[in-house]
């Protein structure tokens, strides 16, 4: 499997290469060569697999042989441990729910398979391989959790000292093993710079094997595809998938899924007041702007880091993207008011997200009420049991074990200064050569 970047379509890379690098040298983004069309075997017995099964010949058709198959099946059995199980309201609204991971968020998917991934990738190298990452807070868990414990990985998160929340914190520092947090006097920009600063240098880099996880790793993006496939099976008829979205890898999967074949009725883009791409999708025109704080705050993103990916599946025209897809955006007011609704309808708790979601799904049965629409549920509401509890009380919600847990667990963490002089002198000094 070959893969170009945006930016420049004559050059190549092999899939390693894409996977380590996880960003083109020109600011582009990779994508496939090839998207390779399931074939007539697939379709005849997809809706009889396990969802392994199912996900483990998606991905090898896609990737073709750049991964043995017999270690490719192992990946996939061992990131994709957990269901992505759908829940119906009524007939016409489905919700997938995809917080059944570890961190009790989509992400889990996509950052355990790029865990596997990359640790395979560099299985023959002597040295450790570094994974840093900075985080404003979601993901730095979801790639704690990913990387715990895989061999010949160690993860370096920078995080913003004071600015995630407890939870999120301590799903960044109690982990240990191979994961170290770096608690930083500064703001998540410190740490996207102090980050950047060690790869572009270019013997820290290669002295210390560094590593991005950054959400727009070609390998986060292509387990995310599965759920769609999964969910497509509930029905004979084409879906109406509704997507929360931030930085639009969990849109942008969708689309490559249809690419491979899967046939979907329609998209929504459903975003926050940050709706650079749902006026894009009105308008045509793109402008990306800061980003506001949000309650659902996993989603406010000004600048949405796939966009150039989602304009190269419609060849860069507006027309064809606007046909499949329609965005509608949401404020926080009724953000709130829809996990009331949802909570009184039909007894479901739903996260700030995926009400999001749900008010976009409202919005486009209106207009075609006999459609089957499926909403993306991205995290588990007890991730956000303040607004959960302001909405419906106390009581309601059951808190997963996995994250009760946490609050009892202690905090370890390295302050550091925002220097990226500082982060450069610290790997070095705590590299194995
Ligand atoms: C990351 C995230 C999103 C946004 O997903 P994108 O792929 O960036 O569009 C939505 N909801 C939750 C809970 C998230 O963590």
Known sequence: M?????????SFVEFGEAVLRSLPADNGLYMPEHIAQLDDTFWNDWKGLSFQDMAFRIVSALLHDAIPEDVLEEI????LNFPA?????????????????????????????????????????????????????????AVASAFHNVEGT???????????????????????GNITALEINGSFDDCQRMVKAAFLD????KRCN??????????????QMLYYFEAARISNKPLTFVIPSGNFGNLTALLLATRMGLKVNHIIAATNVNDVVPEYLRTGDYNPRPSVATLSNAMDVGAPSNFA??????G??????????SGFPVSDSQTRAAIRTVYEKYGYVIDPHGAVGYLAAEAWLKEHPKDLTVILETAHPAKFSETIAEELGHGVLDVPERLGCLAHKEKVSIPMAASADELIDWLVLKTNF
């Open 2 to 10: 070959r893969l170009y970047s945006t930016n420049n379509p004559e």
């Open 76 to 79: 996939v059995d061992d990131a």
């Open 85 to 141: 199980p759908i829940v119906a309201l009524d007939e016409h609204r489905h919700v997938l729910e995809l917080f059944h991971g570890p961190t009790l968020a989509f992400k889990d998917f996509g950052a355990r398979f790029m865990a596997r991934v990359m640790a395979w990738l560099t299985r023959n190298d002597k040295q450790t391989l570094t994974v840093l990452v900075a985080t404003s807070g979601d993901t730095g868990g």
């Open 154 to 176: 160690r993860v370096v998160i920078l995080y913003p000292s004071g600015k995630v929340s407890g939870l999120q914190e301590k799903q960044l520092t109690a982990l240990g």
């Open 202 to 205: 270019p013997k820290t880099s």
């Open 210 to 223: 560094l590593t991005s996880a950054n959400s727009i790793n070609i390998s986060r993006l292509i387990p």
């Open 309 to 314: 990916r989602m304009q190269e599946v419609f």
């Open 316 to 325: 860069n025209d507006w027309e064809s993207m606007a046909s499949m897809i």
